[in-house]
């Protein structure tokens, strides 16, 4: 057998074009082959894997707590979004009732982490199609955000700020005044981005009409967010299916008709503004009261009590070493990443490590319309369609 | 959010309209259903998984139209080894489903879901992949996320983490 798959012309008159896995534009390890017959793309096949590390497999091995570093790093742009699906899945599994100012925290940072995640995007979609600086732009503010992490969970990308039964330490005095000066100015930005983007000829002759897909096909291709929303169906879990009192937020969610490239980058960008408006909502609205949720046998003690009772020691030895057992059981929770439907289906036997974690990811569903919207077309429209999808070959590969 | 009992009575679980619907269709093909932490389970029998998905996808009154996941879980060294699992969503109505098809290890065969969903494409060359799970009618089942000539499935119990070597 072939050790990779590879496509045989069809016809004399057509030839294969292999790009990638390291070519600039696939983001990272994605391979396309491209059956083409001059200019026009007639089969596209998507070859991935080239980043699989066995993740599901691995967390198979690890106490229920340790996995949560795990999940930052399948997809490395919105590390918030993954511990969360995560810690929800868990705490659903054992029943347990999360604090109101643990809940706020958690939806303040995942709105955090979708313009963060938007951003990477934007940039690197603008310069894939030739407009070098809406890419430095965006990486300006995106250092802003990655500072917001960095004061919060001492680490920028891989946060792993999340715990089962809350989070994992209150945030940092002058914390809130940091977001909330970011809220501030953030909109500016984008309008910045939109002036240098949203109008301009050449972006809109790269976009609009390129790489069009029909809500049917969508549905059909298991797509979802923003590459869903594009193609005008009206659906966003944080509102439909809400999750950690998101219920309790106004927003609005954008959606397009068109189903283009242009359609999908209106959804993004627009989100981008409604997520600064969540942020704003969190900030007035944040709770008082604890982080972590009561329950000592899942939810590390502080360090203080730790240290002078013996009871928390106890538990807190017992964490460490033997972990927490769950309730025999399965669930299956999806959040709202920026991709799409992030989801964690786990299956518990009653024991401390879990016997099945399987991630849903949005991406590698969302990779299966790159065929769609691609053939037929042009070659150079390949780049467009793929920085439409926002891909992040962490989560694909897993 | 104390945890409560699942209930695993077909009668009592009729108001779901995934299980109606199912029940209505072909009680026989329901094996078992379960509902546990708001969550609704139904084990369908192993041949009539794809017509199952048709019957609750063209549902008039809650349409299950999109397929959010295809997975697998081995259950070695039991019997039935496999539940090959399936979560539906229903776009309209804003509902879950959980599907279950048991298969035995001497042939672990099920239906492709491929002609109701393009989409589960993906999804079940990666069950095929990691558990080596064949799905009949699928247009192209070959490796995804492993080497095209690796040996063995990993995500099999029977496999070890450190691998076969």
């Given at each position: 057998?072939?050790?990779?798959?590879?496509?045989?012309?069809?016809?004399?008159?057509?030839?294969?074009?292999?790009?990638?896995?390291?070519?600039?534009?696939?983001?990272?390890?994605?391979?396309?082959?491209?059956?083409?017959?001059?200019?026009?793309?007639?089969?596209?096949?998507?070859?991935?894997?080239?980043?699989?590390?066995?993740?599901?497999?691995?967390?198979?091995?690890?106490?229920?707590?340790?996995?949560?570093?795990?999940?930052?790093?399948?997809?490395?742009?919105?590390?918030?979004?993954?511990?969360?699906?995560?810690?929800?899945?868990?705490?659903?599994?054992?029943?347990?009732?999360?604090?109101?100012?643990?809940?706020?925290?958690?939806?303040?940072?995942?709105?955090?982490?979708?313009?963060?995640?938007?951003?990477?995007?934007?940039?690197?979609?603008?310069?894939?199609?030739?407009?070098?600086?809406?890419?430095?732009?965006?990486?300006?503010?995106?250092?802003?955000?990655?500072?917001?992490?960095?004061?919060?969970?001492?680490?920028?990308?891989?946060?792993?700020?999340?715990?089962?039964?809350?989070?994992?330490?209150?945030?940092?005095?002058?914390?809130?005044?940091?977001?909330?000066?970011?809220?501030?100015?953030?909109?500016?930005?984008?309008?910045?981005?939109?002036?240098?983007?949203?109008?301009?000829?050449?972006?809109?002759?790269?976009?609009?009409?390129?790489?069009r897909m029909t809500a049917e096909d969508a549905i059909?291709?298991?797509a979802?967010?923003p590459t869903l929303r594009g193609s005008g169906v009206?659906?966003?879990?944080?509102?439909?299916?809400?999750?950690?009192?998101?219920?309790?937020?106004?927003?609005?969610?954008?959606v397009s008709q068109e189903g283009d490239?242009?359609a999908r980058?209106?959804c993004?960008?627009?989100?981008?503004?409604?997520?600064?408006?969540?942020?704003?909502?969190?900030?007035?609205?944040?709770?008082?009261?604890?982080?972590?949720?009561?329950?000592?046998?899942?939810?590390?003690?502080?360090?203080?009590?730790?240290?002078?009772?013996?009871?928390?020691?106890?538990?807190?030895?017992?964490?460490?070493?033997?972990?927490?057992?769950?309730?025999?059981?399965?669930?299956?929770?999806?959040?709202?990443?920026?991709?799409?439907?992030?989801?964690?289906?786990?299956?518990?036997?009653?024991?401390?490590?879990?016997?099945?974690?399987?991630?849903?990811?949005?991406?590698?569903?969302?990779?299966?319309t790159?065929?769609?919207?691609?053939?037929?077309?042009?070659?150079?429209?390949?780049?467009?369609?793929?920085?439409?999808?926002?891909?992040?070959?962490?989560?694909?590969?897993? | 959010?104390?945890?409560?009992?699942?209930?695993?009575?077909?009668?009592?679980?009729?108001?779901?309209?995934?299980?109606?619907?199912?029940?209505?269709?072909?009680?026989?093909?329901?094996?078992?259903?379960?509902?546990?932490?708001?969550?609704?389970?139904?084990?369908?029998?192993?041949?009539?998984?794809?017509?199952?998905?048709?019957?609750?996808?063209?549902?008039?009154?809650?349409?299950?139209?999109?397929?959010?996941?295809?997975?697998?879980?081995?259950?070695?060294?039991?019997?039935?080894?496999?539940?090959?699992?399936?979560?539906?969503?229903?776009?309209?109505?804003?509902?879950?489903?959980?599907?279950?098809?048991?298969?035995?290890?001497?042939?672990?065969?099920?239906?492709?879901?491929?002609?109701?969903?393009?989409?589960?494409?993906?999804?079940?060359?990666?069950?095929?992949?990691?558990?080596?799970?064949?799905?009949?009618?699928?247009?192209?089942?070959?490796?995804?996320?492993?080497?095209?000539?690796?040996?063995?499935?990993?995500?099999?119990?029977?496999?070890?983490?450190?691998?076969?070597?």
């Open positions: 057998m072939n050790p990779t798959p590879v496509l045989e012309p069809a016809q004399d008159r057509t030839m294969i074009l292999n790009m990638g896995p390291q070519h600039p534009s696939t983001h990272g390890v994605l391979r396309v082959l491209l059956e083409i017959d001059g200019e026009t793309v007639v089969r596209l096949m998507p070859d991935i894997g080239f980043l699989h590390t066995g993740i599901e497999k691995t967390c198979e091995a690890k106490f229920y707590q340790q996995v949560v570093p795990l999940t930052d790093r399948i997809d490395y742009l919105c590390p918030m979004t993954n511990n969360l699906c995560y810690v929800l899945a868990v705490e659903k599994l054992l029943g347990l009732e999360i604090p109101p100012k643990a809940q706020w925290l958690r939806v303040l940072l995942n709105e955090l982490t979708r313009i963060n995640s938007h951003l990477v995007w934007l940039g690197t979609h603008a310069l894939d199609i030739g407009a070098m600086t809406v890419f430095l732009y965006c990486f300006r503010e995106r250092e802003e955000v990655l500072k917001l992490f960095e004061a919060v969970s001492g680490q920028r990308m891989m946060t792993s700020y999340f715990r089962v039964g809350g989070v994992a330490l209150e945030p940092p005095l002058g914390f809130f005044d940091r977001v909330r000066d970011f809220a501030g100015y953030f909109p500016e930005k984008v309008d910045e981005y939109e002036n240098l983007l949203t109008g301009n000829p050449i972006w809109m002759m790269r976009t609009k009409g390129v790489a059909a291709l298991g979802t967010g009206d659906i966003d879990l944080r509102r439909d299916m809400p999750y950690s009192s998101y219920e309790k937020f106004q927003f609005k969610v954008p490239v242009f980058y209106m993004r960008v627009q989100e981008l503004r409604e997520s600064i408006g969540i942020v704003r909502q969190a900030l007035d609205g944040m709770p008082e009261g604890p982080i972590k949720a009561d329950a000592p046998h899942v939810v590390l003690p502080d360090r203080e009590k730790m240290k002078t009772q013996m009871e928390s020691l106890i538990y807190h030895f017992k964490i460490i070493t033997e972990g927490f057992q769950v309730p025999a059981g399965e669930v299956y929770q999806a959040v709202e990443s920026p991709r799409g439907e992030m989801g964690y289906y786990i299956v518990s036997d009653g024991t401390a490590k879990p016997y099945r974690v399987h991630m849903r990811s949005a991406c590698f569903a969302n990779l299966q790159l065929a769609k919207m691609c053939e037929g077309r042009l070659l150079a429209d390949v780049v467009a369609a793929i920085g439409s999808i926002d891909i992040v070959l962490g989560e694909i590969d897993r | 959010m104390a945890l409560t009992p699942a209930i695993t009575d077909v009668e009592q679980l009729k108001g779901h309209p995934a299980v109606a619907r199912l029940v209505a269709w072909n009680a026989s093909a329901v094996e078992e259903v379960k509902f546990d932490r708001e969550e609704m389970t139904i084990y369908v029998e192993r041949g009539s998984i794809r017509e199952a998905c048709v019957q609750l996808k063209e549902d008039p009154a809650c349409p299950f139209d999109f397929l959010s996941d295809v997975t697998c879980v081995d259950w070695y060294p039991r019997e039935p080894r496999f539940d090959v699992v399936y979560h539906l969503l229903s776009i309209p109505r804003k509902e879950r489903v959980r599907l279950k098809v048991r298969l035995n290890s001497s042939s672990p065969v099920v239906e492709s879901l491929t002609p109701v969903w393009p989409g589960a494409n993906y999804f079940e060359r990666e069950v095929f992949d990691l558990f080596g799970i064949r799905f009949s009618g699928h247009p192209y089942l070959r490796r995804i996320l492993m080497p095209e000539d690796w040996e063995g499935h990993p995500l099999r119990k029977d496999y070890p983490v450190e691998g076969y070597r």
